[in-house]
């Protein structure tokens, strides 16, 4: 069935640092990629999204790449900030528009 | 602030009881989402509604159920409640169900517990 995996679970950078997050997806009809960020007693916020026509994509600090081939995904944070800890998720879909989320990450970001 | 708002923010109620949680979509959003999130299942997918109109189920029980009215806002029914029902219940909507006009946005969701 669908399914999406996303390491590592958590992750402990120093402010300043580059924070990476892979996710791997297993319909390949699968073809929006977007990412959320979600803070304690917050609903998810899109924080960036990716389409299968496309195999990067760069909002200032963060940036997302996508592997269709090996069915990889992965977010980028770079200059890392403390307010950049929070939990994010991965997610895919197909044209459908349900998302299948990947368990999180928690990130913390240290002064 | 994501421009969807859901209400109640936190529910408390007993086993067997049922609850209504209500959504109302970003203005111009004509699809709703539902999904559930727990701590052993993770963020999972409940149902989609598009201009009134059911369009996908995910993993949702019989004993829950939902609709989207004519002005858009979205209601979930949960019944025979159970205390594994605790968890948080988020609403997404988008102004389309598929191709460029499809990303979610989420609600600040709904707390449930059921003692």
């Known amino acids: 069935g669908e399914n999406v995996e996303q390491h590592p679970s958590t992750l402990s950078v120093q402010e300043g640092d580059s924070a990476v997050i892979k996710c791997t997806y297993s319909?390949?009809?699968?073809?929006?990629f977007p990412w959320y960020k979600q803070e304690l007693g917050k609903g998810p916020q899109l924080i960036i999204d990716?389409?299968?026509?496309?195999g990067e994509k760069k909002d200032q600090r963060i940036a997302v790449t996508l592997n269709k081939t090996a069915k990889h995904f992965s977010l980028h944070i770079t200059e890392t900030q403390p307010e950049d800890s929070a939990v994010y998720f991965c997610?895919?879909?197909?044209?459908?528009?349900?998302?299948?989320f990947g368990q999180g990450t928690e990130l913390s970001v240290k002064p | 602030d994501s421009g969807v708002t859901q209400t109640p923010k936190h529910l408390i109620t007993a086993t067997g009881q049922r609850v209504t949680l209500r959504c109302s979509p970003r203005s111009g959003d004509l699809s709703v989402y539902w999904y559930q999130q727990s701590l052993d299942q993770g963020l999972q997918f409940l149902i989609q509604?598009?201009?009134?109109?059911?369009?996908a189920k995910g993993n949702i029980l019989e004993r829950f159920s939902a609709q989207q009215f004519p002005d858009l806002h979205s209601e979930l029914n949960l019944s025979s409640l159970e205390l594994g029902d605790s968890a948080l219940y988020f609403c997404?909507?988008?102004?389309?169900?598929?191709?460029?006009?499809?990303?979610?946005?989420f609600g600040p969701g709904t707390r449930l517990t059921v003692l």
């Open positions: 997404a909507s988008s102004v389309q169900e598929r191709g460029f006009l499809n990303e979610q946005f």
């Open positions: 997610a895919a879909s197909t044209e459908g528009g349900k998302l299948i």
């Open positions: 990716i389409r299968s026509n496309v």
């Open positions: 319909d390949s009809a699968s073809n929006y």
């Open positions: 509604y598009y201009n009134g109109e059911e369009r």
